[in-house]
């Protein structure tokens, strides 16, 4: 995931296709999809109307969407239910890292450090629902 390679431009729309329906589903606001992606307002406009046309993002920002899709894997993997998969970002969490925050509300601080992290506690959850 934390890979120094950069993908080929046909998988960079695929990944960015699905990380923004994936945030999209978490019911995010542009803002929040923006600073998640690390794009501007402009890029996400043009990504929602045809993910293809988005030419070039750089390996941090193709990190974000692989951290993205591996938040929804992990989520995907916890729940049997699709609609807790979707709701369950939105959701104020107790554990001491959220601080009684979403995971939706972290993740958009826009730093790679909370995106990371996020991930981080969604997929032990992964580990514990099936350990």
């Known amino acids: 995931m934390m890979s120094d390679q950069l993908l080929t431009q046909e998988q960079t729309t695929v990944g960015l296709k ?3 329906r994936i945030i999209s589903a978490w019911q995010a606001s542009s803002d929040q999809a923006c ?3 690390r794009i501007s307002p402009s890029t996400l406009r043009r990504a929602a109307a045809d993910p293809g046309s ?5 390996q941090d920002q193709q990190q974000r969407i692989g951290l993205v899709l591996g938040v929804h894997a ?3 993997e916890v729940f049997t239910n ?3 998969v979707t709701s369950f970002p939105r959701l104020q969490n107790g554990n001491a890292f ?4 979403s995971p939706l509300e972290v993740m958009a601080q826009g730093d790679m450090i909370s995106l990371y992290e996020t991930f981080k506690r969604i997929d032990q959850l992964r580990h514990l629902a099936h350990g």
């Open 18 to 20: 699905a990380a923004l």
């Open 74 to 76: 992990s989520l995907r």
């Open 98 to 101: 959220f601080e009684g925050r």
């Open 54 to 58: 988005v030419r070039r993002l750089d």
């Open 82 to 84: 699709q609609a807790n």
């Open 35 to 37: 600073k998640i992606l």
